[in-house]
């Protein structure tokens, strides 16, 4: 892990992140003593789950909501 002085960092943030997002995590000193790090982003899958199944698991209830709507319409014209 590369170590850096707050001061380096400042001086060369653009450096330093690039570095970090190619995958170098960076221990910043202050005094000689550790005060943060900077990491690579965590990768994620990058795409959301297939929810096919999920959707075509849930069991719907009572009416469509358009026959709902339309019927709520009727009633409030009378």
Same mark, same amino acid.
């Given at each position: 892990?590369e170590? #850096?002085s707050?001061r380096?960092? @400042? *001086?060369n943030? $653009? #450096?330093y992140?690039? $570095?970090a *997002? !190619?995958?170098?995590e960076? !221990?910043?000193?202050r @005094?000689?003593?550790?005060?943060a +790090?900077?990491?690579p %982003? #965590?990768?994620?899958p990058g $795409? /959301? %789950?297939?929810l096919t199944? /999920? $959707?075509? !698991?849930i069991?719907?209830?009572?009416e %469509?909501?358009s026959e709902?709507? #339309?019927?709520l319409? +009727? *009633?409030a +014209?009378y």
């Amino acid at each position: 892990m590369e170590r #850096a002085s707050v001061r380096e960092v @400042r *001086e060369n943030l $653009r #450096a330093y992140l690039e $570095r970090a *997002e !190619s995958g170098e995590e960076i !221990s910043i000193l202050r @005094r000689g003593k550790e005060v943060a +790090r900077l990491v690579p %982003p #965590a990768r994620g899958p990058g $795409r /959301f %789950p297939d929810l096919t199944e /999920f $959707r075509a !698991s849930i069991g719907l209830k009572g009416e %469509p909501a358009s026959e709902t709507v #339309a019927k709520l319409r +009727r *009633e409030a +014209r009378y």
